[in-house]
């Protein structure tokens, strides 16, 4: 089955890169995403990332994919007070379809 | 905003209720998925509806129930409430059939009280 483990918290100062990792078990998940939640709120996603890729951009956003480790990282460039939220990655599961599972998310703090 | 719509946004039920919760899935999206996020947790996979029915199910007892509409909305309904259900609720769409990986749009959820 699927397990994706990820670290409870992590501070940062405003301005600086934040990097949010995670692994997980599944080596056949085609697509690995990033979701974002603030306080009280329901799920954002951030940006997603294919299987057969090993890096992916998007504005302040990088993703690093590492497929021998099963290791995945979501970069923050020039973090806000506004980045201050819990990030969860997920994979769907094995053999496909559309269930996800979460980590148990990171809580990013960002201080001023 | 995701245009996916939940309600009520909050509630307060006693164990040994039943407790009908309701999702308005994003237009054109067929698909919709509930998943249950307790305190400090990642969302859990409860089940998903694909055209009314269900498309598959998560490590949830058979007192979780969901129906899907011909309108693509959904309900999840817990009989006989317990302490341990209270947490977020959350509901996802999704358009375009039961395979791959489309992105999923969830509702803000709504918070669930069990006392």
């Known amino acids: 089955g699927e397990d994706v483990e990820q670290s409870l918290f992590l501070s940062v100062r405003e301005g600086d890169s934040s990097v949010i990792n995670c692994t997980y078990t599944?080596?056949?998940?085609?697509?690995l995403y990033w979701y974002k939640q603030e306080p009280g709120a329901g799920l954002q996603l951030l940006t997603y990332?294919?299987?057969?890729?090993d890096m992916k951009q998007d504005q302040r956003l990088t993703v690093l994919l590492n497929k021998k480790d099963k290791h995945l990282s979501l970069r923050i460039a020039d973090t806000q007070t506004g980045d201050s939220a819990i990030y969860f990655c997920a994979e769907p599961p094995t053999g496909g379809g559309n269930k996800l599972t979460f980590g148990t998310g990171t809580q990013l703090k960002v201080e001023l | 905003e995701t245009g996916v719509t939940q309600s009520p946004t909050h509630l307060i039920k006693t164990r040994g209720q039943q407790v009908t919760l309701r999702c308005s899935s994003q237009?054109?999206?067929?698909?919709v998925s509930w998943y249950q996020q307790a305190l400090g947790q990642g969302p859990q996979f409860i089940f998903q509806?694909?055209?009314?029915?269900?498309?598959g199910r998560g490590n949830f007892p058979p007192r979780f129930s969901g129906l899907q509409f011909p309108n693509y909305s959904s309900e999840l309904n817990v009989n006989a409430l317990e302490l341990d259900d209270s947490a977020l609720y959350l509901c996802a769409s999704m358009g375009g059939g039961t395979s791959g990986s489309n992105e999923q749009f969830f509702g803000p959820g709504t918070r669930l009280t069990v006392l």
């Open positions: 990332i294919f299987s057969n890729m």
């Open positions: 237009s054109g999206h067929n698909t």
């Open positions: 599944d080596s056949s998940s085609t697509y």
């Open positions: 509806y694909y055209r009314e029915e269900e498309n």
